[in-house]
């Protein structure tokens, strides 16, 4: 950018390590959550901000797009993106971009991790090192990985990279998902109610967002019964947490492994009390390489957008 030009103006809306925060603040004018610091400031300066830097929890709705009338891009790091409103992004011309493919590997291997956490029981067997409880006796009996009953809900690149890792247990897959793959050889089934009925590990990773909001119900918890487990590494609002709660505290339900929640960070007491439950938090992509890897890419799109170049990763929507 030659000397005398300012440098453009960048909203945060969420609070970002340093290796995001530092080329974005070598780069362009930064307002660090202006909107909630400071909103008399935010008011004059927000004629000037072209760009919104976003994680994949932020919340941008109309009300926040419409108080920007230079606003272009927003780019969000994280492959999700139900908390933009991208429908008003797009009717103001703005693109909005996110950050799949590198966070895959991360989150499949977080899903195969709970999975294994849940089955051994290994939070519970560090407690009982622990604590002194080895002396008095064994550790109850936990249940077979290798040659068990995957279900996936959502058969997307993260999905693939959870059935890959799978395999290696050899356990035998299905899943299901708005359509057939072609490009997979595991068995889809028409609803997650049939697939859970199959399934001893029900995982799932399919967007958040109002399409998919409660999808896994009383009914498909139900359905994988009281010898299975809900993993979910997606949204939390893609289970229904108050018939979870129920179904774990009836027995109807084995248990679950969960990295997501409903309202985060708040996590239901009745979530914590049980047993047959594995709570990680939202780290689904949280290891140092991988969040580089997501800081880089949302601010390629950034950069891209703001300079006319082609984008890296838009939003299904805004290709």
């Not at 925060?21 to 004018?29: F, R, S, V």
């Not at 896994?216 to 289970?239: E, K, T």
């Not at 140092?288 to 601010?299: G, I």
Request: proline letters at 7%; a neutral charge; charged letters at 20%.
């Amino acid at each position: 950018m030659p000397a005398n030009l300012p440098q453009p103006d960048v909203l945060t809306v969420a609070n970002f390590p340093s290796f995001l925060m530092e080329p974005l603040e070598a780069a362009y004018t930064v307002h660090q959550r202006l909107h909630e610091t400071d909103p008399a400031l935010f008011t004059r300066m927000a004629p000037r901000i072209r760009a919104i830097a976003a994680s994949g929890d932020s919340k941008v709705g109309t009300e926040l797009i419409a108080q920007l009338p230079a606003l272009e891009i927003i780019s969000v790091m994280g492959v999700g993106y139900d908390g933009i409103d991208v429908a008003a992004a797009k009717a103001r011309g703005v693109v909005v971009t996110h950050t799949p493919g590198v966070l895959n590997d991360d989150v499949a291997d977080l899903a195969i991790g709970l999975m294994l956490a849940w089955a051994r029981q290994l939070p519970r067997a560090d407690r009982y090192v622990r604590c002194g409880d080895w002396a008095r006796g064994p550790l109850p009996l936990g249940r077979k990985v290798s040659g068990a009953r995957l279900g996936l809900v959502g058969m997307g690149r993260i999905g693939q990279a959870i059935a890959h890792r799978a395999a290696a247990f050899g356990m035998s897959i299905a899943y299901t998902a708005r359509s057939v793959r072609a490009d997979v050889p595991y068995r889809h089934l028409p609803t997650a109610a049939a697939l859970a009925a199959q399934s001893d590990f029900l995982v799932v990773i399919t967007p958040g967002g109002a399409a998919t909001r409660k999808l896994i119900d009383a009914q498909v918890l139900a359905a994988l019964g009281p010898q299975g487990c809900l993993v979910n590494v997606a949204r939390g609002s893609v289970v229904d947490e108050a018939a979870l709660i129920a179904a774990l505290q009836a027995g109807t339900l084995g248990g679950a492994a969960l990295d997501v929640f409903e309202n985060e960070p708040a996590v239901p007491q009745a979530l914590r009390e049980l047993d047959n439950v594995v709570l990680t938090p939202h780290i689904g992509s949280a290891t140092a390489q991988t969040r580089r890897a997501m800081a880089e890419l949302a601010f390629a799109n950034l950069d891209a957008g703001l300079n006319g170049r082609a984008l890296l990763t838009p939003v299904p929507e805004c290709r």
